[in-house]
Protein backbone atom coordinates (compact mmCIF):
# COMPACT_ATOMS: atom_id res chain seq x y z
CA UNK A 1 0.00 0.00 0.00
CA UNK A 2 1.75 2.94 -1.07
CA UNK A 3 0.73 6.12 0.50
CA UNK A 4 1.47 9.72 -0.19
CA UNK A 5 5.47 10.11 -0.09
CA UNK A 6 7.51 13.21 0.68
CA UNK A 7 11.07 14.45 0.42
CA UNK A 8 13.03 15.06 1.90
CA UNK A 9 11.85 14.33 5.40
CA UNK A 10 13.75 16.89 6.97
CA UNK A 11 16.03 19.84 5.21
CA UNK A 12 18.05 22.42 7.57
CA UNK A 13 19.03 25.59 5.54
CA UNK A 14 20.57 28.84 5.92
CA UNK A 15 18.11 32.23 6.06
CA UNK A 16 17.99 33.36 2.24
CA UNK A 17 18.58 29.96 0.58
CA UNK A 18 15.99 28.74 -1.44
CA UNK A 19 14.53 25.41 -0.83
CA UNK A 20 12.02 22.67 -2.56
CA UNK A 21 10.00 20.04 -1.56
CA UNK A 22 8.41 17.21 -3.30
CA UNK A 23 5.06 15.09 -3.23
CA UNK A 24 4.09 12.13 -4.27
CA UNK A 25 0.55 11.54 -3.96
CA UNK A 26 -1.17 8.18 -3.82
CA UNK A 27 -1.50 6.84 -7.90
CA UNK A 28 -5.21 7.38 -8.13
CA UNK A 29 -5.45 10.47 -6.72
CA UNK A 30 -6.32 13.76 -8.71
CA UNK A 31 -6.48 15.87 -5.73
CA UNK A 32 -3.45 17.30 -4.02
CA UNK A 33 -2.79 19.91 -1.04
CA UNK A 34 -0.13 21.63 0.78
CA UNK A 35 -0.40 22.58 4.15
CA UNK A 36 2.01 24.02 6.84
CA UNK A 37 1.79 23.04 10.52
CA UNK A 38 3.92 24.44 13.27
CA UNK A 39 4.29 23.29 16.85
CA UNK A 40 1.43 22.93 18.77
CA UNK A 41 -0.74 24.34 15.82
CA UNK A 42 -2.53 22.14 13.42
CA UNK A 43 -2.12 22.03 9.64
CA UNK A 44 -2.89 25.43 7.56
CA UNK A 45 -3.83 25.33 4.21
CA UNK A 46 -1.74 26.37 1.62
CA UNK A 47 -2.53 25.87 -1.64
CA UNK A 48 -4.59 22.64 -3.73
CA UNK A 49 -4.20 21.08 -6.98
CA UNK A 50 -6.57 19.24 -9.31
CA UNK A 51 -4.53 17.42 -12.09
CA UNK A 52 -2.20 20.08 -12.86
CA UNK A 53 -4.05 22.91 -12.17
CA UNK A 54 -3.44 25.03 -9.45
CA UNK A 55 -7.34 26.25 -8.26
CA UNK A 56 -6.58 27.66 -4.81
CA UNK A 57 -4.15 29.48 -2.94
CA UNK A 58 -4.55 30.35 0.74
CA UNK A 59 -3.47 34.46 1.80
CA UNK A 60 -0.56 32.49 3.53
CA UNK A 61 0.92 31.85 0.46
CA UNK A 62 3.36 34.73 0.13
CA UNK A 63 5.34 35.52 -3.42
CA UNK A 64 8.33 33.74 -2.46
CA UNK A 65 6.17 30.33 -2.78
CA UNK A 66 5.67 28.88 -5.80
CA UNK A 67 3.76 25.40 -6.20
CA UNK A 68 3.48 23.12 -9.35
CA UNK A 69 2.25 19.69 -10.33
CA UNK A 70 3.50 19.38 -13.94
CA UNK A 71 1.22 16.64 -15.49
CA UNK A 72 -1.06 16.15 -12.54
CA UNK A 73 1.30 13.47 -10.70
CA UNK A 74 4.12 14.81 -8.40
CA UNK A 75 4.15 18.07 -6.90
CA UNK A 76 7.00 20.71 -6.54
CA UNK A 77 7.05 23.38 -3.24
CA UNK A 78 9.17 25.86 -3.39
CA UNK A 79 10.47 28.94 -0.98
CA UNK A 80 12.79 31.45 -2.13
CA UNK A 81 14.49 33.59 0.08
CA UNK A 82 13.62 32.01 3.37
CA UNK A 83 12.88 33.48 6.28
CA UNK A 84 13.15 32.43 10.24
CA UNK A 85 9.10 32.25 10.03
CA UNK A 86 9.07 29.83 7.31
CA UNK A 87 10.40 27.16 9.81
CA UNK A 88 7.91 24.37 9.96
CA UNK A 89 6.66 21.40 9.05
CA UNK A 90 5.42 21.08 5.39
CA UNK A 91 2.48 18.17 4.64
CA UNK A 92 1.04 17.15 1.85
CA UNK A 93 -1.84 15.28 1.32
CA UNK A 94 -4.27 13.87 -1.66
CA UNK A 95 -7.54 12.85 -2.59
CA UNK A 96 -10.10 11.03 -4.93
CA UNK A 97 -11.90 13.31 -6.90
CA UNK A 98 -14.45 10.44 -7.18
CA UNK A 99 -18.09 11.07 -6.14
CA UNK A 100 -18.63 13.73 -3.22
CA UNK A 101 -15.91 16.60 -3.27
CA UNK A 102 -15.39 15.80 0.72
CA UNK A 103 -13.34 12.46 0.41
CA UNK A 104 -11.04 12.26 3.12
CA UNK A 105 -7.40 13.33 2.45
CA UNK A 106 -4.66 11.69 2.75
CA UNK A 107 -1.45 13.07 4.42
CA UNK A 108 2.28 11.89 3.87
CA UNK A 109 5.00 12.18 7.03
CA UNK A 110 5.70 15.69 6.19
CA UNK A 111 9.32 17.63 5.26
CA UNK A 112 10.51 19.50 8.57
CA UNK A 113 11.87 22.46 7.78
CA UNK A 114 14.19 24.29 9.75
CA UNK A 115 15.92 27.92 8.89
CA UNK A 116 19.11 28.63 10.98
CA UNK B 1 -15.00 33.31 9.75
CA UNK B 2 -14.53 29.77 9.64
CA UNK B 3 -13.29 28.28 12.51
CA UNK B 4 -12.78 25.04 15.02
CA UNK B 5 -12.22 24.50 18.17
CA UNK B 6 -10.85 22.19 20.37
CA UNK B 7 -11.00 21.22 23.96
CA UNK B 8 -9.36 20.16 26.20
CA UNK B 9 -5.62 20.83 24.71
CA UNK B 10 -4.35 18.14 26.89
CA UNK B 11 -5.96 14.78 28.64
CA UNK B 12 -4.17 12.31 30.74
CA UNK B 13 -6.40 9.29 31.02
CA UNK B 14 -5.24 6.04 33.03
CA UNK B 15 -5.62 2.91 30.93
CA UNK B 16 -9.17 1.77 30.67
CA UNK B 17 -10.22 5.17 31.75
CA UNK B 18 -12.94 6.46 29.30
CA UNK B 19 -13.42 10.09 28.29
CA UNK B 20 -14.28 12.51 25.42
CA UNK B 21 -12.78 14.91 23.28
CA UNK B 22 -14.64 18.10 22.09
CA UNK B 23 -14.78 19.95 18.46
CA UNK B 24 -16.47 23.00 18.20
CA UNK B 25 -17.07 24.58 14.90
CA UNK B 26 -18.26 27.89 13.41
CA UNK B 27 -18.76 27.45 9.29
CA UNK B 28 -20.97 29.04 6.88
CA UNK B 29 -22.15 25.64 5.65
CA UNK B 30 -20.66 21.88 6.45
CA UNK B 31 -19.21 19.76 3.68
CA UNK B 32 -18.05 17.23 5.75
CA UNK B 33 -15.86 17.04 9.52
CA UNK B 34 -12.89 15.18 9.90
CA UNK B 35 -10.96 13.80 12.79
CA UNK B 36 -6.91 12.54 12.12
CA UNK B 37 -4.78 10.99 14.65
CA UNK B 38 -0.77 12.43 14.56
CA UNK B 39 1.78 11.05 16.34
CA UNK B 40 5.45 12.89 17.54
CA UNK B 41 7.02 13.13 13.92
CA UNK B 42 4.40 12.19 11.28
CA UNK B 43 1.53 13.48 9.37
CA UNK B 44 -2.47 13.00 10.06
CA UNK B 45 -3.50 9.58 9.86
CA UNK B 46 -7.52 9.72 8.95
CA UNK B 47 -9.64 8.40 11.27
CA UNK B 48 -13.35 9.07 10.52
CA UNK B 49 -15.99 11.19 8.42
CA UNK B 50 -18.79 12.96 9.24
CA UNK B 51 -21.19 14.59 7.32
CA UNK B 52 -24.80 15.64 9.08
CA UNK B 53 -26.22 15.81 12.46
CA UNK B 54 -26.84 12.87 14.02
CA UNK B 55 -24.33 10.82 12.19
CA UNK B 56 -21.84 8.49 14.27
CA UNK B 57 -19.30 6.23 13.02
CA UNK B 58 -17.02 3.59 15.25
CA UNK B 59 -13.46 1.94 15.30
CA UNK B 60 -12.23 -0.47 17.69
CA UNK B 61 -12.13 2.05 20.71
CA UNK B 62 -12.99 5.08 19.02
CA UNK B 63 -16.52 6.78 18.46
CA UNK B 64 -17.14 9.87 16.62
CA UNK B 65 -20.28 11.44 16.97
CA UNK B 66 -22.00 14.72 15.21
CA UNK B 67 -24.40 17.51 15.98
CA UNK B 68 -25.29 20.76 14.23
CA UNK B 69 -22.40 22.48 16.11
CA UNK B 70 -19.81 20.00 17.42
CA UNK B 71 -18.40 16.47 17.41
CA UNK B 72 -17.13 14.42 19.95
CA UNK B 73 -14.89 11.81 19.97
CA UNK B 74 -15.24 8.89 22.26
CA UNK B 75 -12.40 7.00 23.77
CA UNK B 76 -13.74 4.09 25.50
CA UNK B 77 -11.60 1.84 27.72
CA UNK B 78 -8.26 3.43 25.65
CA UNK B 79 -4.85 1.75 25.95
CA UNK B 80 -1.24 3.42 26.21
CA UNK B 81 -1.18 3.07 22.23
CA UNK B 82 -3.68 5.48 22.31
CA UNK B 83 -1.42 7.88 23.38
CA UNK B 84 -1.37 10.98 20.48
CA UNK B 85 -2.82 14.50 19.03
CA UNK B 86 -6.32 14.15 17.77
CA UNK B 87 -7.20 16.75 15.44
CA UNK B 88 -10.39 17.86 14.02
CA UNK B 89 -10.97 19.24 10.82
CA UNK B 90 -13.66 20.65 8.60
CA UNK B 91 -14.35 21.36 5.36
CA UNK B 92 -16.57 24.22 4.62
CA UNK B 93 -19.04 25.16 1.74
CA UNK B 94 -18.78 27.97 -0.32
CA UNK B 95 -16.37 31.16 -0.77
CA UNK B 96 -14.70 29.27 -3.22
CA UNK B 97 -13.29 26.69 -1.20
CA UNK B 98 -12.46 23.84 -3.23
CA UNK B 99 -12.30 21.27 -0.70
CA UNK B 100 -9.12 22.67 1.78
CA UNK B 101 -9.46 21.67 5.57
CA UNK B 102 -9.61 24.23 8.44
CA UNK B 103 -8.19 22.23 11.54
CA UNK B 104 -8.43 23.20 15.41
CA UNK B 105 -5.44 22.98 17.39
CA UNK B 106 -5.62 19.50 18.44
CA UNK B 107 -6.15 17.39 21.89
CA UNK B 108 -2.82 15.95 22.98
CA UNK B 109 -3.80 12.20 24.85
CA UNK B 110 -1.39 10.61 27.03
CA UNK B 111 -3.05 7.51 28.59
CA UNK B 112 -0.90 5.85 31.67
CA UNK B 113 -0.31 2.00 31.98
Redesign the interface.
Known sequence: DTG?SQDPRHKITKRGQNVTFRCDPISEHN?L?W?RQTL??????LT?F?NEAQ??K?RLLSDRFSAERPKGSFSTLEIQRTEQGDSAMY?C?S?SGQG???Q???????T?LSIL | EDQVTQSPEALRLQEGESSSLNCSYTVSGLRGLFWYRQDPGKGPEFLFTLYSAGEEKEKERLKATLTKKESFLHITAPKPEDSATYLCAVQAVGGGSQGNLIFGKGTKLSVKP
Open positions: VRYYGQGPEFYQLESLASRPNPQHFGDGR
